[in-house]
């Protein structure tokens, strides 16, 4: 035995892992990606992190001298090759991150968001809300666009109803106000008035929503009344300008972040063939673009705002039918003309997705997210929940693999 020398190798320092973050810092979805990496790394004593803007109108890329202490990337392909141009032909491992629809890249782990299901999730919103008559709009080439509104057309199909398209090319996309303002206004002004009333519009992502509000006021369109309108991203800079606060799909850019770090670690603990993971919507965060509904019987209108202000209570049909002053066969006989499905259903489907939305931030318990919905046995909640979204609620409250 040679207690000195085990002592030296139990406290020999780890060797550091520098890890480079690149992407373009001004997104809001970068950021909070580059937030989420930083909150993994920091479990790790020895990872060193280095967030890179690489904004796509600036020239400033890492040198080959950067990239030489770099033992891991993680980035958007688009900036992965712009480096690359600059530094030749790296070895370190790199993972890439997504806020579009892609195929699973063959040769790098990546990391993105499931649009399909965001096109899904703004249907189903809009739907419940009262809307029969639909339209998208979006980007004609944009990935993102493109599995949004695939999504959105599915969900809708299967309710034997078909939206509106309406698709813009990228350098007509309304997204910003660089160019062409007083003809793209024109245009989605016209797109808006030609648009059936009341109409549940999704916008492939909060900046086009913010256009397409501020046409609906030019062409003093009533919001929600008229048009209902639900975006993507829940960014905040959207929101503030459009003048009226805008429903939106929340994305888990954040928990990209994270599982493209853990990712980068399993490479490094000798992990070889490629991963691919998809992450699912949070949730739509309601706000004043969609706040109302629009159910054409004022009983049925009446009964579902009761109920989603309450989601977090128990309630029977009773309860329900006795608030909005009429009988539970009365009311039975309005759900099923107006919504085709009980109001017992009804109040079930919307207390799990509002349990679906607390499991998918990740931050309450299943027992206690069962409690705060009203259920007192957490297996009968599995059941009820298993049933109607094809989920465990404990998969669902990780939504990462």
Request: net charge positive; proline share 6%; charged share 25%.
């Given at each position: 035995?040679?207690?000195?020398?085990n002592?030296?190798r139990?406290?020999?320092?780890?060797?550091?892992?520098?890890?480079?973050?690149?992407?373009?810092?001004?997104?809001?979805?970068?950021?909070?990606?580059?937030?989420?990496?930083?909150?993994?790394?920091?479990?790790?004593?020895?990872?060193?992190?280095?967030?890179?803007?690489?904004?796509?109108?600036?020239?400033?890329?890492?040198?080959?001298?950067d990239?030489?202490?770099?033992?891991?990337?993680?980035?958007?392909?688009?900036?992965?090759?712009?480096?690359?141009?600059?530094?030749?032909?790296?070895?370190?491992?790199?993972?890439?991150?997504?806020?579009m629809?892609?195929?699973?890249?063959?040769?790098?782990?990546?990391?993105?968001?499931?649009?399909?299901?965001?096109?899904?999730?703004?249907?189903?919103?809009?739907?419940?809300?009262?809307?029969?008559?639909?339209?998208?709009?979006?980007?004609?080439?944009?990935?993102?666009?493109?599995?949004?509104?695939?999504?959105?057309?599915?969900?809708?199909g299967?309710m034997?109803?078909k939206?509106g398209?309406?698709l813009?090319?990228?350098?007509?996309l309304?997204?910003?106000?660089?160019?062409?303002?007083?003809?793209?206004?024109?245009?989605?002004?016209?797109?808006?008035s030609?648009?059936?009333?009341p109409?549940?519009v999704?916008?492939?992502?909060?900046?086009?929503?913010?256009?397409?509000?501020?046409?609906a006021?030019?062409?003093?369109?009533?919001?929600?009344?008229?048009?209902?309108?639900?975006g993507?991203?829940?960014?905040?800079?959207?929101?503030?300008?459009?003048?009226?606060?805008?429903?939106?799909?929340?994305?888990?850019?954040?928990?990209?972040?994270?599982?493209?770090?853990?990712?980068?670690?399993?490479?490094?603990?000798?992990?070889?063939?490629?991963?691919?993971?998809?992450?699912?919507?949070?949730?739509?965060?309601?706000?004043?673009s969609?706040?109302?509904?629009?159910?054409?019987?004022?009983?049925?209108?009446?009964?579902?705002?009761?109920?989603?202000?309450?989601?977090?209570?128990?309630?029977?049909?009773?309860d329900?039918?006795?608030?909005?002053?009429?009988?539970?066969?009365?009311?039975?006989?309005?759900?099923?003309?107006?919504?085709?499905?009980?109001?017992s259903?009804?109040?079930?489907?919307?207390?799990?997705?509002?349990?679906?939305?607390?499991?998918?931030q990740?931050?309450?318990?299943v027992?206690?997210?069962a409690?705060a919905?009203?259920?007192?046995?957490?297996?009968y909640?599995?059941?009820v929940?298993?049933?109607?979204t094809?989920?465990?609620?404990g998969?669902?409250?990780?939504?990462?693999?």
């Amino acid at each position: 035995m040679h207690p000195i020398k085990n002592q030296r190798r139990r406290s020999a320092p780890v060797a550091e892992r520098h890890i480079i973050f690149l992407g373009d810092l001004v997104r809001n979805s970068v950021r909070e990606a580059c937030a989420g990496a930083a909150e993994h790394i920091a479990e790790h004593p020895s990872w060193v992190f280095n967030p890179w803007s690489l904004q796509a109108a600036s020239a400033s890329a890492p040198t080959p001298a950067d990239m030489q202490m770099v033992s891991g990337i993680l980035t958007t392909e688009e900036s992965f090759q712009r480096v690359r141009r600059s530094c030749g032909r790296l070895k370190a491992p790199v993972v890439y991150f997504y806020f579009m629809s892609i195929e699973p890249h063959t040769a790098c782990d990546t990391v993105s968001i499931d649009d399909l299901a965001v096109g899904e999730m703004a249907a189903e919103h809009l739907w419940d809300r009262g809307y029969r008559q639909f339209a998208f709009i979006g980007s004609s080439e944009a990935a993102w666009s493109k599995g949004r509104e695939k999504g959105f057309e599915r969900w809708l199909g299967a309710m034997g109803t078909k939206p509106g398209k309406h698709l813009f090319s990228l350098p007509t996309l309304p997204v910003d106000l660089s160019s062409n303002l007083v003809g793209r206004n024109q245009t989605l002004q016209e797109l808006v008035s030609a648009l059936p009333k009341p109409c549940g519009v999704m916008a492939a992502n909060d900046a086009i929503a913010c256009f397409v509000l501020h046409a609906a006021r030019l062409q003093r369109c009533r919001v929600p009344e008229d048009l209902g309108v639900v975006g993507v991203d829940n960014d905040p800079l959207p929101n503030a300008a459009a003048g009226l606060a805008i429903s939106s799909v929340e994305l888990p850019f954040r928990e990209v972040g994270r599982q493209a770090a853990r990712l980068l670690g399993e490479r490094w603990r000798g992990r070889r063939a490629a991963c691919s993971i998809r992450l699912p919507p949070i949730r739509v965060v309601v706000r004043a673009s969609t706040d109302a509904f629009m159910t054409e019987h004022p009983v049925v209108r009446k009964a579902q705002f009761y109920i989603e202000s309450r989601r977090t209570e128990w309630m029977s049909v009773k309860d329900v039918a006795r608030a909005v002053g009429t009988t539970q066969v009365t009311l039975g006989r309005h759900f099923q003309r107006e919504l085709n499905t009980t109001p017992s259903d009804y109040l079930r489907r919307r207390r799990i997705a509002h349990a679906s939305e607390r499991l998918r931030q990740g931050e309450a318990k299943v027992y206690e997210v069962a409690a705060a919905c009203g259920y007192s046995s957490t297996s009968y909640f599995g059941r009820v929940f298993k049933q109607l979204t094809g989920q465990r609620p404990g998969s669902l409250r990780h939504s990462r693999p």
